[in-house]
């Protein structure tokens, strides 16, 4: 398996998992930080994560959101957490620290697909970051589906330092806080930065032709409800793959075509701005 179709199937793994991951904080126009990302304990070949608060500001429910660079709109809720605009969730904030944030706060997150997100500050402990001590907040995450499960430490200063997460860990490599430079921000001997796409593709299945399974992806430019289904040469469905609700990101979704004959089958992604049709072979 390449690198690049693995990549695809741990980001899918990634956002498929209730969107829980990297955020940033503190929130102010021009802060910025950059996170190698090793995905799957593969720590010899870091990715880039990069955020950067913009101008850019849009109202929401009655919260004042920023655009960030990096993907998605950030703000601070009245009740005084950093939040993510995230239309998977019933209120649609998803609320990952706190301004003011005490050892023991819990709160949750209630998707709307029913699985209900428990955080909690479970620990504080004092450590040299750019070689400042530093008070670090421990925050973990778990799910009522047993699928999440995360650990994430914090600072007020420069936000989030390490995210552990099911198949990937973002470490802080450096950030720019109110104009002053801390740790590195350069991207020199980073294989690939991985940022949000800013549009809709539908990529060939791979393989292709394939015996039984393949990988469908697409990537979306922005939360949408996507039906994705497979269709014979006679136009009869043969299965539905998707048909919910996906955030900006990139996904994919394994075919087995199970007891299929050999031939030529299609797939077809459907969204309220978007459809697109590909051809593939099973072949036996």
């Keep these: 398996m390449n690198r690049m179709l693995l990549l695809i199937i741990l980001l899918v793994n990634f956002y498929a998992a209730a969107q829980v991951g990297t955020a940033p904080a503190p929130l102010k126009p021009g802060n910025r930080w950059t996170y190698n990302e090793y995905l799957a304990g593969d720590y010899a070949h870091p990715y ?4 950067e608060i913009t101008d850019s500001i849009e109202v929401i429910n009655g919260t004042p959101f920023y655009l960030t660079r990096g993907g998605g709109y950030y703000g601070i ?12 969730i019933s209120d649609s904030l998803y609320t990952y620290f706190e301004v003011n944030p005490q050892k023991g706060d819990t709160w949750e997150q209630h998707w709307k697909n029913g699985i209900i997100l428990y955080n909690a500050l479970v620990d504080t402990f004092t450590a040299k970051v750019f070689s400042k001590y530093t008070l670090i907040y421990v925050v973990d995450r778990s799910d009522s589906s047993k ?11 420069y936000g989030m330092l390490d995210g552990l ?15 002053v430079l801390y740790g590195d921000t350069t991207i020199t001997g980073i294989e690939e930065v991985r940022v949000l796409p800013d549009k809709f593709v539908l990529y060939q299945n791979y393989p292709n032709p394939f015996n039984p399974s393949t990988l469908i992806s697409w990537q979306m430019a922005k939360g949408d409800k996507v039906k994705l289904v497979v269709y014979d040469i006679l136009g009869r469905e043969i299965k539905t793959l998707a048909n919910k609700y996906y955030n900006t990101g990139k996904y994919s979704i394994s075919f087995n075509a199970g007891d299929l004959p050999s031939g030529i089958y299609f797939y077809r992604i ?10 593939m072979i099973l072949v036996r």
């Design 48 to 51: 880039l994560l990069q955020f």
């Design 77 to 88: 809720t009245s009740n005084k957490f950093f939040s993510r605009y995230d239309e998977t």
């Design 147 to 157: 699928i999440i499960s995360s650990r994430e430490y914090w600072t007020k200063e």
């Design 165 to 179: 997460y099911e198949q990937e860990e973002d470490i802080l490599k450096g950030c720019v806080i109110d104009g």
């Design 270 to 279: 459907i969204t309220n701005d978007f459809i697109q049709t590909k051809k």
